[in-house]
Antibody, heavy 116, light 107 residues
């Protein structure tokens, strides 16, 4: 069965960096776009970035462009989100999700807290 | 950017009731690329409907989606306990945007 497991979250100071990972299993990873979506405490969903199966297409939300980098390693069946210059407003639960019809499988989410 | 406005903000209903949720786009959604998700408290969202009206795998037929262009509707024919949750629409016809959500609560 399809599984997505995020890791790498935690507490970081404003201006700091963090790298999230998402390990996938149960499907042919390289065939699928993957995405990161976040949800601030008590708020709605906001898409962050997505990446095509072979890295040919990468897109970012304006709110993270220039600060976050999405990447993937198809051999390791993993997708990553490098987050730099973190701000208070980046505090959220970050979900990775498989893009199919769309977003048909989601991980359980990982909390990132940006606070001094 | 396409803005999605969901209404109402909160819907207070009883188990067995019919729920009608609206998602209105600021401009036409290309190819009716409009999806609906349900998010139960403390859980990740779950895909219910794609392409405005196609139920996702494993989604019961009490869920139905309709609409085109700028106006879309999610209907739940008979509310089950697990349906008391927050619902989001997503358009992916031009970039991606989520609506702000509709909470369906127990009356």
């Amino acid at each position: 069965q399809v599984q997505l497991v995020e890791s790498g979250g935690g507490l970081v100071k404003p201006g700091g960096s963090l790298r999230l990972s998402c390990a996938a299993s149960g499907f042919k990873f390289s065939d699928y776009y993957m995405a990161w979506i976040r949800q601030a405490p008590g708020k709605g969903l906001e898409w962050v970035a997505f990446i095509s199966g072979l890295d040919s297409a990468i897109h970012y939300a304006d709110s993270v462009k220039g600060r976050f980098t999405i990447s993937r390693d198809n051999d390791k069946r993993s997708v990553y989100l490098q987050m730099n210059s973190l701000r208070d407003e980046d505090t959220a639960v970050y979900y990775c999700a498989r893009w199919s019809q769309p977003l048909d499988y989601w991980g359980q989410g990982i909390l990132v807290t940006v606070s001094s | 950017e396409i803005v999605l406005t969901q209404s109402p903000g909160t819907l207070s209903l009883s188990p067995g009731d019919r729920a009608t949720l609206s998602c209105r786009a600021s401009q036409s959604v290309a190819n009716n690329y409009l999806a609906w998700f349900r998010q139960n408290r403390g859980q990740a969202p779950r895909l219910l409907i794609s392409g405005a009206s196609t139920r996702a795998t494993g989604i019961p037929d009490r869920f139905s989606g309709s609409g085109s262009g700028t106006d879309f509707t999610l209907t739940i024919s008979r509310l089950e306990p697990e349906d008391f949750a927050v619902y989001y629409c997503l358009q992916h016809g031009f970039s991606w945007t989520f609506g702000q959500g509709t909470k369906v609560e127990i009356k």
